[in-house]
């Protein structure tokens, strides 16, 4: 019914930058919050930043002043623009979109595979 997918993820060097992209499709109605999380080797998923379809943002401690997140209603995409990378951001970063499907009419989460980012030292 929906699809959710990631692209963008890397290797890249501290200081350096990704531009990580999220693309929804498939029989949508609408969609609400849409969102980045993140999973460390042994840790649990975090949530990194996310986005309503407002536009109201929300971030994590961690990232604030260095990722930015935008989103593109009318391509059901969002991005998310890491600056200043840290060794400490490496993990898999997950595409999160709250979404109401035309057959349900109601709004139920959505994640994508997943993609790796990996920020070296």
């Known amino acids: 019914q929906v699809q959710v997918v990631e692209s963008g993820g890397g290797l890249v060097q501290a200081g350096g930058s990704l531009r990580l992209s999220c693309a929804a499709s498939?029989?949508?109605?609408?969609?609400?919050?849409m969102g980045w999380y993140r999973q460390a080797p042994g840790k649990q998923r975090e949530l990194v930043a996310a986005?309503?379809?407002?536009?109201?943002?929300n971030y994590a401690d961690s990232v604030k002043g260095r990722f930015t997140i935008s989103r593109d209603n009318a391509k059901n995409t969002v991005y998310l623009q890491m600056n200043n990378l840290k060794p400490e951001d490496t993990a898999v970063y997950y595409c999160?979109?709250?979404?109401?499907?035309?057959?349900?009419?109601?709004?139920?989460?959505?994640w994508g595979k997943g993609t790796l980012v990996t920020v070296s030292s």
């Open positions: 498939g029989s949508i109605f609408s969609i609400n919050a």
């Open positions: 986005v309503t379809s407002g536009g109201t943002t």
């Open positions: 999160n979109a709250v979404v109401m499907t035309i057959a349900t009419m109601k709004y139920v989460n959505y």
